[in-house]
């Protein structure tokens, strides 16, 4: 193992591996099979481009994202690893140059995309490049019970046929056992290791909060993090282009990233994020997958992610240089209600069943009173832990830890929304959902409401002196503890269960959880929300004078900052403060290539 870690540390600049790498690595190198699941920013790309370069011959990537291959190999050749790619964005003549290139043996690490790498003349290349190992990144995109299917992923079985004895490892950051069972068995791999880290994203924080004036709850937070990198997600294309717009009138430098946008107009925008030009891409969904930017200071959804895995992977975006990160979620139970609309419009009827079945769970980790973090591991199957083991029920690091809210008797409240379903299927021999009961109690004078006659109900208006949404959060709060229960096979309609009958008859006291609010997270609470997720001692001023110096070099090279150097880097040579090149190299991050090309600059820096 000297070997690896004198490759980790004279290529990547790291003087240790991060959980599972070294594992994964050594395995792969054995010639095995391996299914990797590692967390966004737990360190995937070295499980294969290290490997690479211990090994004989060459070592293909499939990426999903052409878009995306250039930043990767421009990083590769930063370290000064043989890197290049094959896709539709080459000219004849550039074609022509790499060809002859990987004949001669020149690289040791191709991408390439899953059409480009089927096609019969790069397979008959392949044969005779001496392919040594193959890499199948976002590997969860082979499973149709993946979160982000590819129907192009579902041909790469036919590696295995061509190349029988070439050994895989498919790479994913999200992905449930019968995703990783789905792969295994779609690319044919014999006995693989397997390999699943943590879903644990320490650094990163968890807040939601009720979203009521979004554009003011933006620029409120944006205020509390100046010049910093951040990613807004929202459900439409079209509050994308206004989110993007009214965050710009305000003085923001705010970009967005659709489908709808033409391919020039993507890639522009999102080389500009990824070069720092602009702080603040306000994107759909469409924009995210192998982003590479490590300094990524938060993640905000302005709207309801559809599931639990979409939520865990576009957060996981945040942080991934490992610095404190925050996550933060406007919710609206408006959006509820929204996807559950897009659900019915599905053809199949698995497909709906599927979707209403993760939107509720997704509501319910929304609604939820315990630790974020915890709710989020157990969904992936996973106890929160100590590092000694011992289990764990509190992060202090998310919204519920750090500021919990208030329980209070809702006995009163509770029946009210009981009888209100019970009264509804009485009078009109059918349940209705969440929404509906909601808009009842709270007097809501609306198109279905006079249709079925249920303003005649005796519940009708007996909860004006809350908001709709309040009733709501009750009702989910009830579904959560047993009271009541969503029927997803019959359009989602809130029925009451044995439980519930239960307490209607008995009247005894349930006591319920105040709704979320809209409140700031205090200055006090935000120190202790970085304390927790591993703000490090370093000098400030130092830091911006040596993120200056580091966008200067990146400018002139037309390269991403952080390809340079990371955030966390540039702390750890803010708090270390080298004098030598020889303490230079003491730095996390500091390879033997990126100190001989920028080692005495930021010395000189430090220095001054």
Not at 331 to 341: F, G, I, M
Not at 583 to 592: H, P
Request: hydrophobic share 35%.
């Amino acid at each position: 193992m000297i070997q690896l870690r004198d490759l980790l540390k004279r290529y990547f600049g790291f003087d240790s591996f991060r959980p599972l790498q070294e594992e994964i690595i050594t395995r792969s190198l054995a010639g095995d099979d391996v299914v990797a699941l590692l967390p966004t920013g737990g360190g995937k790309s070295l499980c294969y481009q290290l490997p690479a370069l211990a090994r004989e011959g060459l070592t293909i990537v499939v990426s999903p994202l052409i878009a995306l291959m250039k930043d990767q190999v421009d990083g590769l050749r930063e370290m000064n690893i043989p890197a290049t790619f094959i896709n539709s964005s080459l000219d004849s003549g550039e074609f022509f140059q790499r060809y002859c290139a990987l004949d001669s043996g020149e690289y040791k690490i191709l991408y390439l995309s899953p059409e480009r790498l089927l096609q019969e003349d790069m397979l008959s290349r392949l044969s005779r490049w001496n392919l040594a190992a193959i890499a199948i990144d976002e590997a969860h995109c082979i499973s149709e019970w993946g979160h982000d299917f590819r129907p192009e992923y579902g041909q790469l079985s036919k590696l295995r046929q061509v190349f029988p004895d070439v050994p895989v490892i498919a790479l994913t950051a999200t992905a449930t056992t019968r995703v990783c069972d789905d792969i295994v068995s779609r690319l044919e791999l014999r006995n693989p290791a397997r390999f699943i880290a943590s879903f644990n994203r320490p650094n990163l924080s968890y807040r939601i909060i009720a979203r009521r004036e979004p554009l003011r709850q933006l620029t409120d937070f944006l205020e509390d993090h100046p010049n910093e990198s951040g990613i807004i997600y929202c459900l439409s294309r079209s509050k994308t282009e206004e989110i993007a717009h009214a965050l710009s009138s305000k003085g923001y430098s705010a970009l967005p990233y659709h489908a709808g946008l033409s391919a020039e107009q993507r890639a522009s925008n999102q080389e500009r994020f990824l070069k720092d030009e602009i702080p603040l891409m306000v994107a759909t969904i469409a924009f995210g997958m192998g982003v590479d930017k490590p300094n990524v200071r938060f993640v905000i959804h302005h709207d309801l992610p559809k599931n639990i895995e979409s939520y865990y992977q576009e957060t996981g975006r945040a942080g991934r240089d490992g610095l404190p990160s925050e996550c933060v979620l406007l919710y609206s139970q408006s959006d509820t209600a929204k996807l559950y609309r897009f659900a019915e419009e599905a053809n199949d009827p698995r497909e709906q069943e599927v979707a209403r079945r993760q939107i509720s769970q997704m509501v319910r980790f929304v609604e939820g009173t315990e630790c974020r973090r915890t709710a989020i591991l157990r969904y992936f199957g996973e106890e929160y832990r100590a590092e000694d083991g011992t289990p764990l029920s509190s992060c202090g690091a998310c919204d519920n830890c750090l500021t919990p809210r208030e329980q209070f008797d809702g006995t009163t409240e509770a029946l009210k929304i009981l009888s209100c379903i019970a009264r509804v299927q009485q009078k009109s021999g059918f349940g209705v959902g969440a929404v509906h009961i909601a808009d009842i109690l709270a007097g809501a004078d609306n198109e279905k409401i006079r249709r079925w006659e249920h303003n005649t109900l005796s519940t009708y208006g007996v909860g004006r002196d809350r908001p709709r949404q309040e009733w709501l959060s009750f009702t989910q709060e009830l579904i959560s503890r047993g009271l009541l229960r969503v029927n997803l096979e019959r359009f989602s309609i809130v029925e009451i269960t044995e439980a519930g009958k239960g307490a209607m008859k008995s009247r005894s006291s349930i006591f319920l959880t105040k709704p979320l609010t809209t409140t700031k997270l205090a200055a006090e609470k935000r120190r202790e929300l970085k304390a927790r997720t591993g703000e490090r001692v370093f000098d400030r001023d130092l830091f911006d004078k040596l993120r200056k110096l580091r966008r200067t070099i990146a400018d002139e090279k037309g390269i991403p900052a952080f390809m340079v150097f990371s955030d966390a880097t540039l702390q750890d040579m803010a708090g270390k403060k080298p004098r030598t090149l020889s303490e230079m190299l003491g730095v996390s991050g500091v390879g033997e290539r990126k100190l001989e090309q920028y080692g005495d600059l930021f010395l000189r820096e430090i220095s001054e």
